[in-house]
Structures are given as C-alpha cells and as structure tokens.
C-alpha cells in the first residue's frame, strides 16, 4: 500500500517536469549561493586559525626597542639570566614571503611548526640544516632552502629556526621582538632595570582584526541568506502548486484507505529526497562558487584588513553539513504550510481543485497585515539600530515586510488601472493580469528583493568609492613619501629638502590608549599641507590653529565614535589632555587617531624618531627622487611618490567589491529563473482561460505579445517598487550596518544612471524570462484551445 | 611546542625512538664510554659534548625547624644533537633543567629549554658553572650555590661537601646492561644542604643532606630496556647506598649498586646482587613502595615514598621524590623511576 501510494505521490513529477525541475534547481541554487557563501567564509576563517596556531604573536606581550629597531640577541640571555621568560623572534622578507624565525626551545606553548610528524627533523630545524616551513603555495616561491610542507601554515609567511632566519635575511646577532610567556617566575626583576632599552608591548588581543573581518563575513553571509531567500521563494512556490494540485489525487489515496499520518509521512519523504538530491547540487554548485569567488576574497580580506587568506579552496566537511542542512531546512520552510493544508483537508472536501486566485484572496490580508507589521519594526529599528545585530535585524524586517506588501501593493496598483482602462483588450489584459498575479507574486517578490539588493549595494559601493577617492586626494597630499633607516639618514633628509626648498613633513606616531579604546598619537608639524586638505565631519572654527598651539588635538571618527568623543571633550594623552576641537573621517582605518601638535608630542614621546617623512614637491617627483639618492644614499626603495600609493590603495578597493557584485549578478538571475519557472507553471494552467479569448476572435501572436507585455509590465511595476526598498537598503548598509562593523558613516550619494541601467537588466531579465513562455503560447496548437471546449466540466 | 616535538628534541638525528627518552638509540659519531676511566677534575665536572647525554643531578632531602620533611630536585641535561660545541644558534647541544620542590601533600615542578652556543646555558668547569636561565649550581664543589624558581616556588641553597667524590661500577665506569652499555657516573654523596624554600605559603628555612650524581654516556641503556628505578638512601648510621633495577622489554632487570661507607669508601656490586621489588603503586600504577634487599649487607629494608604523587609532568615525564626507608636499616633517600608514563 504504502509503495503504491509513494508511486501514486511521485507519478505527478513524471506529468510536470517542468514543476520538478523547477523544484530542484530553486532548491539547488539557493542551497548553491547559500553554501558557497559559506564556504568561502569557512575557508577564510581556517586560514586565520592556521594563521593564529602557526605564530599568534598577537596573543602574547611583547619586548620591543624603544625606537622601534632590533637589537642584539645578548638582550634576550640577560633577560633570561635574570628569570624574564622570553622567546626571540626576528622576522623580515625573504622572496616576498614574510619570513619568521623562533626559537622553539623558549617559544610558548603550541607555537612554530605545528604539524612535527616523524620524517621531520628537528636536529635540522634546529641547528642550521637549512629548514624552512612553509604552505605549498608559499613553498613555490622559495629558492635556495629545504622547504618543508606545512600545511597549516598561513600564506606567505614561512618559519624557521632563529639563528637560520638571521643568516637568510643577513642580521646575524639581531633580533626584532622578545614575546613574553604569559607563566613568569616569581620576584621576577624589573625590566628597567636589566633591559631599559626596551618597552613592554601588551598583547593585541587580535580581537580588532576579528572584529573587522568578521563584518566583511557577516556582510556575505547576508547576502548568502538573501540568495537563499530568493531561492526559497521559488521552491515555496513549486511545492505549494504541486500540493494543490495533488489535492485530488490526496483525496482519492485517503478515501482508498490510506491513513493520513501514513500520506502525510510520505509526502514528507518525497520532499526530502528531493532535499537530499537538491542539496547535493547545491553544495556542489556552491563549490563551484566558492571555487570563482575566494581568489578575490582572499584578496579583498589581505587588501583591506592585512589578514592572510588561502587563495585555494579545500572541501570541507562542515560545507556539506551546512549545505544539506540548509537545504532541508529551506525544504521544510517552504513545504510546511503546504503539509499543513494537506494534514487539516477534511477527508471528502475539496474534490475540485481550488483555482489559485480564490485562496489568494484570504492570504493577501494576512500577508498585508505581516508585512506592516514587520515594517513597523523596520521603522522602530531604523532609529534605535546600533550594532551588527540589529542592524541586521533591521535588513532582515525592512526586506522581508516589504516583499510580503509586493503582491497586495500589485493588486491595489492592478485594480487602480483596471478600473481606469478602456476598451474590452485592455480591459480584459489587467482583469488577466490581476489573476495572475498569485501565481507570479512568488517570482516577483524574488525579482524585488534582487533588485533591491542591486540597488543597495551599488549605491554602498558608489558612495565608498566617491568618498574614498576624495579622501585618498585629501590624506595623501604630499607628492612624495620617505622613510629612513637611521639618524643620520634623517639629519641628510632634512638637508637635502633645505637645499632645494622642499617641505619635509614628519610622520611620527606612538601607540596609546585613549578613552578606553587603542589608538595612534601622530606629532604633527604646522603646514598648509593639512589646513588644506583635511576636511572634518566635524570642528569648531578654529580647529588647526588651536591643535598647532598645543591647545587641542583632532580625532578621526573612529576614535571619536567609539570613545564617545565630541567636539570640547577632553583627550588624555600621557600627561597631557586636551580638548578635541576637530573629527576627520578616516576611511579604512581600523583603530583610532589623535593628532597632536609637534612639540608637545615630542615632550610626551622623547624616544620617539620620526622615520617617514611626506615631502611637498614644488615640481617634478622622479628628478627630486634621482637628485635624493643620489645627495643622501636613500634608496629608490625607501621612496613611495603619492600616485602609486593612490594607484595601490584603488585596487585593493576595487577588489573590495568585486565579491559583492558578482553575488548580486548570480541574485538578479535567480530571480530571473524564477519569473521564467513561474511562467512556465502558469502558463498549462493558462490554457482555458485563454481559450475563450482566443475563440473571441484574437490572433494566438496578439495573445503572445501580451503575454510578453505583461512580464515586462510586471517587471517595471516591481522595479519601480524596489527602488525605494533599495534606497532604504543602502541607508541601512551606509548608516548602521557599516558604522556598526567599521565604526565610520559613509555619506549616500544617488546614483540614478546606476539605478536606471539596473532597472534595465531586472527588465531584460523579465523579457527573457518571459520570452520563451509567450513564444510557446504564439504557437499553442489551436487543437489544445478547442480541448478546452470539449473537456468543460 | 608539544611533548611530542620536544622529545623530539632529544633524539639523536637519524634514529628512532628506543627506551626511556630514546635513551636505549643506537650511537653514530658519540664517543662511548670505555672501562678504567681516569677523571680529570676540575676538567669532568664541566660538559662532554661528544658524548649524546649529560646530567649534574642534585636531589636533597630537607627539614624545616618543625622537623616537617622536603625533598628538593636541581638538573640539569646536556641532550647532544651532535657529538661537537658551536657557537650561536648553529650549537647542537640543548640543555634542560628541572627543579622541583615535594612536600608531604604538594609537589612543585618547572622546566626550562635552553640551545647551547648563546649563553643562555651551560656548564662551566672552573671555576665550576652550571646554569640555565636564572638557575644556577655553582662553587668549587667544597660549596656550592644553587637556585632555582618556578612560576609558583623557587630556592635559594648553600651546599658544603662533608666527603670525598664517589665513583659507580668500577671506578666510575658503570655498567648499565648485560650487553655493555655503560655511562661514567660519579658522585657527591656527603653535601649538607641550607637554604630557604620559597613557597606559595612563605618562605621555609631548612637543612639536611644534598647528592649530587654526575654521569654521561652515549647509549646508556640497552636497546630492549625502557627506564629504571633509582634508589639513594642516607641511613641513619652514616653509610650509603646508590642502586638501581634497570627494566626490560622481556620482562627481566639488570640491577647494580653501589655501597659506600660513612668515610666514603665505595664497594661496587654487580648485577643480581641488589634486589628490588615494587609492593604498592600509586593511582597513576607508578609503585611508590619498595622492598629493597642486599643480602651481602644484611639490608633488607621497605621504601616509602613522601608523597605519592611527585610525579615531574615535564617535556619528558618522570617520577622523583623523596622517600623514607625502615626494617633492618632505616634513613631516607631519593627515588626516581622513569619509563611509567
């Protein structure tokens, strides 16, 4: 009986393949985008725990000179002649790769080469064999050196044993840092005493760079949930059609003696077969995704945050769980209501299938009084949002209330103009349409959140990129930047730029805590350079004059947002505090910044030196670069002109978003497969009610091009409604989510081209979907109209 | 680093392990010790770095003025990568250092890492040197200066030697196996110890008697023994035993012992002659009771331990502890057992 039964339920698929296929490849794709989401995420984030277990020296307080340079390793034996557990570590490049060098006989715990197996050989590691650690990618790079695999290590960063690093990067008796095991003896010796060159650095915490990236994730794994959506959206629609239109064949199954809980038991395990099989697809696909997507990733998150991510991707486990769980999550989301319906059928009821329309009438109101429910969230949230959760929460409500409001929004718009048409056609067109509309509002709730999506989106990436540039023109005014290695270098620097009239601006900068929160205090030399260019959020009017006299100091917005900084509040830098009279937006910068006056930073920071210098050349960059090396020795390397850093700091942007876009591309075809699968289903079911229009006198091709005509109608009605949606998208995006992750407002630019343009793919989208349909019913043979006839009940 | 790595550490280049800390490897390059050694002093007491391992081994049985008993532990290791000295970081001579400090009911322990070559340690002959990090053994072996600390307690000792040296098997030469394994081992038996135990409680004012082994070897166990059980006892009358059951992989031990007089004279006694025999281990089934019997002495005495759990969890784990004996001789000693882990 019960295998009857299931062959019964599963005939329906071999009548509408359309259906099954619509079904599987909803549910295949929005499992796709949603686990390739994931995968690229679970792929970055393995990559910063390799990262963290190779070598976090993050967690750990370090020993650095005072002025910043290495020191000799008799440092670290008389600290550790006097009880101080420290561990040596000496890092610089080597081929491009960031080369570290340990020592592992002092190195905390779970620290160096992480996968030791039984060929490796330490005594070689140890004692000058030559041996370096490093990932296969890594690896390839590396000439002249006995790689060893290490897979766990983080790209371009390979290790090796301290005294083979000094020799491989020549600073032989040198060393950079000394970390601080976090178990020290007791009656431990202050350090001032035995090494008062050198200065405790706490432990970072690497909380800041967490934080960071773990918005750029949340960011993609919004968008993966909406694909997800969209996707949803399509195989809630499949199942409840074919739930509906199985009803008949439900009731005759339950009046043949078939238990319901056994009916209801089965249709549950057909829809999770196709779960199963669409989950398979998804996670594949989505593979395939990630597999496109993570080199920019990786690229993105190296760019903008400096956190080292695998270029390459590695099947994990955890994707195939995420993926089939989602999958059969989303399964049993958009199939419950429609099992509901099943499990309540009275036994002899609803012999006739109901049309669509009928129960569309009840669910409208129910869905209008949701959607302004959520939207009244999205109103509340919108002023009181103030972090990632909430701003999410605000995405969330604000999208889903205005996709549930789409198709009664539709039908009043519909209604309106049928009430104002003319003539039998038209009139008959918009009644036709109206009729539609629940079988397509699935689709076009799809198409409106896709485009809104566009539209937020772009309008963010627009609006970072117009600010960022101005800000780049602003930060960056000197025309050329230079860094020297020593005093002396400094002394002939300086001499240099007095001989050819050129202004030498120092950047000098030391860490501090200020409010509570990590930041930078740069001394700052009086010049036009920044009366010029810099432009506050906020100042009072005298901003510059004051900070230059040592009366007050300037903050960027992160500072000031996160420490509750306004203009007149008090900064305490040292011994010194002052009030803020100025908060310039600084974009892309992760901690805070306070800008000092020269004098007083260089009475709070004796120790120290400027070793960059931004120099104002009057005229030609390259012959004041040549007449620089030649005069003073520094080298072309220590050299950047302002252009190149622009030119560096636009790709990394660039590359930013490039993620983004091509998930909004795969988004708005989704939504295109949708209206097309939605089409596709109406368009059987369409037959009798085209029919009579047809016997009516009108030509098949007429019938056809109205069909075309109201996709594209369809699709401009929902454009036009996603742009508000949008808008609302890119303000949440730009004025929480983004302050919320990144602690800086980006102003909103419009972008109207930009909409206009996307407006035309969405409608591009809606013909081609909509093409093949009404192609198919301009060539319906009349045969299949006249049945109609014959077969009236 | 894990223990794996750092045992690791300890091992020779090419071999695999064998034995307790891959004691019982094969050779290659090391020189082996050879029968009839003739010391040069103050020369020995510094570092052999042709030969794999090393150690200056102090365990102290202490009390306060309460009469309240300590066990006190200073080593340190000399782990040959190769049979030669560097300088820099190229050395390939790793040393490590224990201390630890047992009570009746604690038992504190700390270990230190170090590469030879950079000064951060090594021993030095003369004037006698031995150090790693802040720990520090030094004198001329008429006194010595020692100190060591851990997260949680640390000391700081005097030792004066009451004695002469004493030398293992047949004039320092030790046998270790029925196949020859042999190491050259040589002791101060007779150093009264005074100094103060800092512990998280306060700090303790203590005396009591201090040994301090000296032995190096290439291979010192055979390739199917895999640790040993060490006994020091102090008896009441003034006379000493140093001995030891070395276990192995077919279920047999090779014994040997040492005897030596209150005036420290040394009578040597082969393998067979010392018998040992474990009556009661403790939770982790390490035996912290012993009947120890050497017939051709008259000594037939039962081995307690302090505390039971003295157990050093370092890179290589080990048991150490103080101990108390009674039956035809009573006294204290020290007792070490290795290969339970």
């Not at chain 2, 009911?105 to 002959?125: M, S």
């Not at chain 2, 004037?127 to 020692?146: K, R, V």
């Not at chain 2, 009661?280 to 050497?294: K, S």
Request: aromatic share 10%.
């Amino acid at each position: 009986m019960t295998r009857v039964a299931f062959a019964a339920l599963l005939s329906h698929w071999g009548r509408n393949p359309v259906q099954l296929f619509t079904l599987l490849a909803g549910l295949a794709l929005a499992t796709g985008l949603w686990s390739g989401v994931q995968a690229i995420n679970a792929e970055a984030r393995a990559s910063y725990d390799a990262a963290a277990s190779t070598l976090d020296e993050g967690r750990y307080d370090r020993l650095v000179a005072r002025d910043g340079a290495a020191f000799g390793q008799d440092v670290f034996v008389t600290l550790r002649r006097a009880g101080w557990l420290v561990s040596p570590m000496l890092s610089g490049d080597l081929d491009g790769v960031r080369l570290i060098g340990i020592d592992a006989l002092t190195a905390p715990a779970g620290m160096g080469p992480v996968t030791l197996g039984g060929d490796v050989n330490l005594a070689a590691f140890l004692t000058g064999g030559n041996q370096v650690f490093a990932n296969a990618l890594t690896a390839s790079r590396l000439d002249g050196v006995d790689v060893l695999i290490s897979p766990d290590l983080a790209d371009h960063t390979a290790v090796a044993d301290i005294g083979m690093a000094q020799r491989l990067l020549d600073r032989a008796g040198r060393i950079d840092s000394l970390l601080v095991l976090p178990d020290q003896p007791r009656d431990l010796p202050p350090l001032a005493q035995i090494a008062p060159d050198l200065t405790l650095q706490p432990a970072q915490g690497g909380t800041d760079i967490a934080g960071l990236t773990d918005s750029f994730h949340l960011n993609l794994t919004a968008f993966g949930l909406l694909s997800f959506a969209v996707g949803i959206f399509i195989v809630h629609g499949a199942i409840g059609l074919a739930f509906e239109q199985r009803r008949g064949m439900v009731r005759t199954l339950r009046a043949l003696g078939l238990p319901l809980r056994r009916l209801i038991g089965l249709m549950l395990a057909e829809l999770l077969v196709f779960a199963l099989v669409a989950g398979v697809i998804g996670v594949a696909l989505g593979y395939v995704i990630a597999a496109l997507l993570l080199p920019d990733v990786a690229a993105t998150l190296r760019g903008l945050y400096g956190a080292d991510v695998s270029g390459t991707l590695q099947l994990r486990p955890s994707w195939w769980a995420s993926g089939l769980g989602i999958a059969f999550a989303g399964t049993l989301l958009a199939g419950g209501s429609a099992l509901w319906g099943i499990a309540r059928m009275p036994l002899l009821a609803a012999a006739q299938p109901r049309a669509l329309a009928m129960a569309a009438g009840r669910r409208a109101r129910w869905q209008m009084g949701a959607a302004l429910v959520l939207l009244a969230v999205a109103f509340v949230l919108a002023f009181n949002a103030d972090g990632l959760v909430t701003g999410f929460a605000l995405l969330g409500t604000l999208l889903i209330g205005a996709a549930l409001a789409l198709p009664p929004v539709l039908n009043a718009v519909l209604a309106f103009a049928s009430g104002r048409a003319r003539g039998v056609t038209a009139q008959w067109f918009w009644a036709d349409t109206r009729q539609q509309l629940p079988g397509l509002s699935l689709a076009l709730m799809a198409l409106m959140l896709a485009i809104a999506a566009n539209i937020g989106v772009s309008t963010m990436v627009s609006s970072f990129r117009l600010t960022f540039t101005g800000f780049l023109d602003q930060r960056l005014a000197s025309e050329l930047y230079v860094s020297t290695d020593s005093a002396e270098q400094t002394a002939a620097l300086i001499a240099f730029a007095e001989s050819r009239g050129v202004v030498v601006l120092p950047i000098q900068s030391a860490d501090v805590q200020i409010a509570g929160q990590p930041a930078e205090v740069f001394g700052t030399r009086d010049h036009a350079t920044y009366r010029d260019n810099w432009r506050f959020l906020q100042s009072t009017p005298d901003a510059w004059d004051a900070t230059f006299a040592g009366q007050a100091v300037v903050i960027n917005e992160q500072l000031a947002r996160r420490g509750a900084l306004g203009l007149g509040d008090m900064v305490t830098i040292g011994s010194l505090t002052l009030p803020v009279a100025g908060i310039y937006g600084d974009y892309g910068n992760p901690i805070g910044q306070v800008v000092l006056a020269e004098d007083p930073f260089a009475a709070q920071f004796p120790n120290v030196e400027a070793r960059q210098f931004g120099l104002r050349v009057p005229g030609e960059v390259a012959a004041v670069v040549t007449d620089l090396t030649a005069a003073t020795g520094i080298g072309a390397g220590q050299t950047i002109d302002q252009a190149g850093i622009k030119a560096v700091s636009l790709a990394i942007f660039e590359r930013t978003f490039t993620v983004t876009t091509a998930l909004n591309i795969l988004t708005l075809a989704v939504a295109g497969f949708a209206i097309l699968m939605s089409l596709l289903t109406l368009a059987a079911m369409r037959v009798p009610q085209l029919a009579p229009a047809w016997a009516m006198g009108m030509t098949r091709s007429a019938l056809g091009r109205l069909e075309l005509l109201r996709a594209v109608m369809l699709a401009v009605l929902t454009a036009a409604l996603a742009l508000p949606l949008g808008l609302a998208l890119a303000w949440v995006l730009l004025a929480v989510v983004n302050v919320a992750a990144f602690g800086w407002q980006l102003p909103m630019y419009l972008f109207p081209l930009d909409y206009a343009r996307l407006g035309g793919f969405a409608l591009l989208a809606a013909v081609l979907a909509a093409g093949w349909p009404a192609w198919r019913l301009a060539r319906t043979p009349p045969g299949d109209l006249l049945k109609v006839f014959a077969n009236e009940r | 680093m894990n223990a794996k790595a750092l045992i690791l550490c300890l091992l020779p280049v090419t071999a695999s392990a064998q034995g307790f800390a891959g004691l019982g490897t094969e050779v290659e390059g090391f020189s082996t010790p050879a029968p009839d050694p003739v010391f040069d002093f103050p020369a020995d007491h510094g570092p052999h770095p042709d030969y794999r391992i090393e150690w200056w081994y102090l365990t102290a049985n202490l009390e306060d003025a309460d009469g309240t008993p300590y066990g006190l532990q200073w080593t340190l290791f000399r782990s040959a990568l190769a049979p030669y000295e560097a300088e820099g970081w190229d050395s390939p001579q790793l040393w490590m250092g224990h201390a630890a400090v047992t009570t009746e009911t604690e038992h504190f322990v700390a270990e230190r890492l170090a590469r030879g070559g950079i000064g951060q340690a090594g021993v030095v002959a003369d004037p006698f040197s031995a150090w790693i990090d802040d720990w520090a053994l030094e004198g001329d072996w008429q006194t010595l200066q020692m100190r060591a600390t851990g997260a949680d307690f640390g000391y700081d000792m005097t030792l004066s030697a009451a004695g002469p040296l004493v030398f293992h098997g047949e004039g320092g030469y030790s046998v270790k196996s029925a196949a020859g394994q042999a190491s050259y081992y040589y002791s101060q038996p007779f150093f009264e110890i005074a100094g103060t135990l800092h512990l998280p409680t306060g700090d303790v004012e203590v005396t009591g008697n201090a040994w301090l082994d000296r032995e190096w070897s290439s291979q010192p166990l055979a390739d199917n023994q895999t640790g040993w059980d060490w006994f020091s006892l102090l008896f009441d009358d003034g006379n000493k035993l140093m001995g030891f059951r070395l276990q192995q992989t077919d279920g047999m031990n090779y014994t040997s012992a040492t005897w030596i007089t209150a005036e420290g004279e040394t009578t040597p006694y082969a393998d067979g002659a010392l018998q040992v025999e474990p009556l009661m281990t403790n939770a982790a089934g390490v035996p912290v009771h012993w009947r120890l019997t050497l017939p051709a002495r008259g000594v037939d005495v039962t081995v307690e331990a302090l505390n039971d759990d003295a157990w050093m969890a370092t890179s290589v784990p080990y048991w150490e502890g103080p101990v108390t004996f009674q039956g035809t001789h009573q006294g204290r000693g020290y007792l070490e057992m290795t290969g339970y882990d």
